[in-house]
């Protein structure tokens, strides 16, 4: 078993979140916490699933309070009340007291939190979302459902896999670049992508400056990037691309501000 001390301490926590923590609850989790992971003695799988169920458990005392949406690599943004088994690859929480979790393997996990009106949102950005240019999409439904302005939002990309490691094929690099209207060698111009001369069809692609890019299309001025790669972190988090089946997760609870019993 963990120590307790470790066990409710995720990976990375944002800073330009923590003066809104009494009622607003994140976190990034990474191996000890997360769901899944390969079954060996430094990390064995039933101690991962007991790690999350501590976790989610000392955030609410209800632990099927919590929704965690079926992931599909789309655009759609869902909101909490929805459904349960909500498929979606991102989540609106415009009403307090509903945790949301999502899972990432190395694909971007963004929060949104717009103090003002008390609403924010958890996205699963992999490259298909990013293309689809899903933040935005998570933006603009805070805007329509409440009202919340992107001037006054806070965006945070946690941790995933970076400009180092995300190596794609020229599809993947066209469908990005068309993402933010831009060519390939644009792309390149403006720090999005990497060649290495080895592959020369094979660019590595920098999905968090591109979705810090959208981020800020959409009007967004106050965004910070953790600065750890899923894929180098091997000790701390989930990375797919190291072969590996255990996800990092986000988690967002929004208190309800009004009850003022945090
Ligand atoms: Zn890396």
Redesign the pocket.
């Known amino acids: 078993m963990p120590t307790p001390d470790c066990v409710y301490t995720p990976f990375y926590q944002s800073c330009l979140l923590a003066p809104y923590s009494e009622y607003v609850i994140h976190g990034f989790t990474g191996k000890p916490f997360s769901y899944g992971g390969p079954d060996t003695s430094a990390n064995p799988r039933p101690r991962v699933l007991e790690n999350r169920k501590q976790l989610l458990s000392s955030i609410t005392s209800n632990a099927s309070e919590w929704l965690i949406p079926e992931q599909v690599h789309g655009h759609r943004v869902g909101q909490t009340g929805d459904c349960q088994f909500l498929k979606t690859d991102a989540i609106a929480l415009i009403t307090p007291e509903k945790p949301v979790m999502l899972l990432f393997a190395d694909c971007v996990p963004i929060m949104l939190y717009e103090p003002d009106r008390h609403v924010g949102a958890v996205i699963h950005a992999g490259w298909r979302g990013t293309a689809q240019a899903i933040a935005q999409e998570a933006v603009l439904t805070l805007q329509n459902k409440a009202n919340a302005s992107p001037s006054g939002m806070i965006a945070v990309i946690g941790p995933c896999?970076?400009?180092?490691?995300?190596q794609v094929s020229m599809p993947v690099a066209e469908a990005l670049a068309d993402a933010i209207g831009l060519t390939v060698e644009a792309m390149a111009d403006q720090g999005f992508l990497q060649w290495d001369e080895a592959y020369p069809q094979n660019p590595r692609m920098d999905l968090k400056a591109i979705n810090q890019y959208q981020l800020q299309q959409a009007g967004i001025t106050q965004i910070e990037v953790a600065p750890a790669?899923?894929?180098?972190?091997e000790a701390n988090l989930f990375s797919f691309r190291r072969g590996e089946d255990g996800r990092n997760s986000a988690y967002l609870l929004l208190k309800d501000k009004s009850l003022n019993s945090y």
């Open positions: 896999i970076s400009v180092c490691c995300f790669c899923t894929r180098c972190d």
